[in-house]
């Protein structure tokens, strides 16, 4: 005698369904990692820029926005904006990255650098 089990296979379904749902969630935390490691590198090339460009900023101004360009090219990042004032250097970078199902993006960073008092000694 034989008998008809209508649920037959159905757990083959549900392991297909769990391993598509682990999928997701794994892609989801890969891709939340990958723009918290650009954030970073974004704002890890500004605050080196700012530095290299604070360094510099009395003996050769223009030289030290040239300076901060180069290092944030070298981080792999696009220098947007440097400005010099007195012995303190702001820096602005850039960087454009892709993100699946929500497209390309650019993200920002800025630092500054200089003394910790205007005017004190190095």
């Known amino acids: 005698m034989r008998r008809d089990h209508g649920d037959r296979g159905s757990a083959t379904l549900w392991g297909v369904a769990l391993m598509g749902l682990l999928m997701a969630v794994a892609t989801a935390l890969a ?5 918290r490691v650009a954030r970073h590198k974004v704002n890890d090339a500004a605050d080196l820029s700012a530095l290299a460009a604070a360094r510099l900023a009395i003996a050769d101004p223009e030289g030290a926005c040239a300076r901060a360009a180069a290092l944030a090219v070298d981080n792999g990042v696009n220098l947007v904006k440097c400005e010099i004032n007195d012995e ?15 497209g390309a993006r650019e993200l920002t960073g800025r630092a500054r650098a200089g003394p910790a008092q205007p005017g004190s000694p190095r």
């Open 31 to 35: 891709t939340v990692g990958s723009v």
């Open 88 to 102: 303190v250097a702001d820096v602005w970078t850039s960087l454009s990255i892709t993100v699946p199902l929500v």
